[in-house]
């Protein structure tokens, strides 16, 4: 069967590395976390003291330093300069500041054209922001998850209690709000949905069900 590409995109916390990681798995296709790379970027800012606003040196870290995807049998790692980051990139401090870095054109610019080598060849599930609208506008299947900013917070508040990294809910679910907020009205590629996108409203849903709603538009 001919490979496709899949574009999975939705704010902060929707569900959607969680369920292109299942797809990727149960097709064989690659797997394209593009907020690690975004993610990266920032941590190699916070390595090299970059100012986040400083979009030449930001530009120049990328250049110096290529981030790159390991699959292993128990997950993907992400590296950048030989080092895994795979970790440290979830760190509270990068989550924080990923909104601004992300925001720099020149940035998007080289992270976009190693996405779309990537997916170049067909058979590879991205997820991200503007995935289906910016880096793949050909993918022939585009999904736009959301979740009401509640469920999304508690999703991430059980996911950083079953890691033993203590938060505060109001905390979490602020930060979340200002990320979607800061990705939605950037000037460069926000956060929308692509008018050919399937919007799948997660809330209340389990990850079986949105994997299973996201296969029927597949098979459609
Ligand atoms: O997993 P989570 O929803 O927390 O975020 P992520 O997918 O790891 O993305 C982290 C940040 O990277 C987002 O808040 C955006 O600022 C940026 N991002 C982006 O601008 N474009 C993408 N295609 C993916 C992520
Ligand atoms: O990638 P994104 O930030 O959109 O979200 P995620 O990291 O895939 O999902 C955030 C958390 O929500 C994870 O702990 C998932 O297991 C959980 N989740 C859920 O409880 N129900 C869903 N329908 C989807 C995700």
Do not use: C, W
């Not at 979830?90 to 020149?106: G, L």
């Amino acid at each position: 069967m001919k490979k496709i590409n899949i574009a999975i995109d939705g704010p902060a916390s929707s569900g959607k590395s969680t369920v292109a990681k299942i797809l990727a798995k149960e097709y064989g296709y690659i797997y394209t976390d593009t907020g690690a790379m975004y993610r990266s970027v920032t941590y190699l800012a916070i390595q090299h003291q970059v100012d986040f606003e400083d979009e030449q040196q930001l530009v120049a870290l990328i250049k110096r330093y290529p981030i790159t995807f390991k699959q292993t049998e128990t997950g993907q790692l992400i590296f950048v300069d030989g080092q895994d980051v795979t970790d440290a990139i979830r760190q509270p401090e990068v989550t924080n500041n990923v909104s601004i870095v992300s925001a720099h054109e020149k940035v998007r610019h080289e992270l976009v054209r190693q996405q779309q080598k990537i997916a170049e060849n067909g058979g590879v599930v991205m997820d991200g922001r503007d995935i289906g609208t910016v880096v793949l506008p050909k993918a022939e299947v585009k999904i736009f998850l959301v979740a009401s900013v509640i469920e999304r917070a508690e999703r991430r508040f059980k996911e950083n209690q079953s890691k033993g990294i203590a938060t505060d809910f109001d905390t979490l679910k602020k930060e979340i709000e200002q990320r979607d907020y800061l990705d939605s009205n950037r000037e460069v590629s926000p956060l929308k949905q692509a008018e050919d996108a399937v919007r799948i409203d997660t809330t209340g849903l389990s990850i079986e069900e949105v994997v299973a709603a996201i296969k029927a538009v597949v098979e459609r």
